[in-house]
């Protein structure tokens, strides 16, 4: 058997290089429609479908799209992928404390971290619904303009006006969030149990909130879109 070596060779250079054009493409898609690529600070870039893989073990709480199966947990579809792996770090270093999030981040990576935000990012956000209550019109003006009198900023300047929030600063979205987990996490900054938020730029809001002022604000985030 005869076996054309260079002639071989140069076919599998025109296949590597092929390959090569195509896979530029690819990355250049990628970046152009945002979807399947999300570059982290330190350089590490999500991948999304490789997320999607690992996002199994979290379907029992999270929901397989993000959409959480019980209101106390938070839905996760849509969420800015910066701040999802800002969590997950928060959650393995202990500067976040959940027994059970421990759990389920310890194992994580920072290329596992980023690639379940770039996946969970990627879900349609879920649009949830608002009890027809009277507080509605009090949680949707502190939402807009906070409370002057108590010093109580507008969480739209953080969070956005349609609660979208920021993903390039790891700002959380709050649109459509349940409201019992907001309630709960809210009740936590305001308590100093979560104590993650960056110069406590949440602490300082939550500690000026009452009762009444949350459960108004959380069900009008539930209901937000
Ligand atoms: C057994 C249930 C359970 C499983 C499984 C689970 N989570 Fe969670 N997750 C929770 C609960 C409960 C919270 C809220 C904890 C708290 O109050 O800090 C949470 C919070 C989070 C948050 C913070 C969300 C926010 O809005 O701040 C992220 C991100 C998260 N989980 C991601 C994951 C990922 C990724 C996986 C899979 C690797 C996972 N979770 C598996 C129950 C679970
Ligand atoms: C100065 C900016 C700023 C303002 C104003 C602000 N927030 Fe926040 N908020 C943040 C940041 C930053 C985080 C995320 C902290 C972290 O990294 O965990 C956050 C987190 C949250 C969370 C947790 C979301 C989740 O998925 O766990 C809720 C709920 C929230 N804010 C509600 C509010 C409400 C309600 C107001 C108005 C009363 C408000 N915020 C005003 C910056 C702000």
Redesign the pocket.
Known sequence: MHINTPNLHAARQRGFLNNMIIAMLLAGAGVLFGTTAFAADDGIVGDAAAGEA??A??A???GIDGEALQA???N?AG?GAG??AK??AD?KSGE???A??LG??AQ?SEQDMAD?GAY?ESQPAIKGIAEDRQDLKLGESIYRGGITDAKIPACMACHGPSGEGNPAAKW?ALAG?NSA?IT??LN?FRSQA?ANDPNEMMRNVARRLGDDEIAAIANFLQGLN
Request: proline letters at 6%; hydrophobic letters at 40%; one cysteine or more.
């Open positions: 690992k996002a073990v979290c029992a709480c999270h106390e947990f938070p996760l969420q701040y999802i969590q997950l959650y976040r404390e959940n059970i999030m389920m981040a994580l379940l969970f959380p969030q987990y709960e996490t936590h979560r």
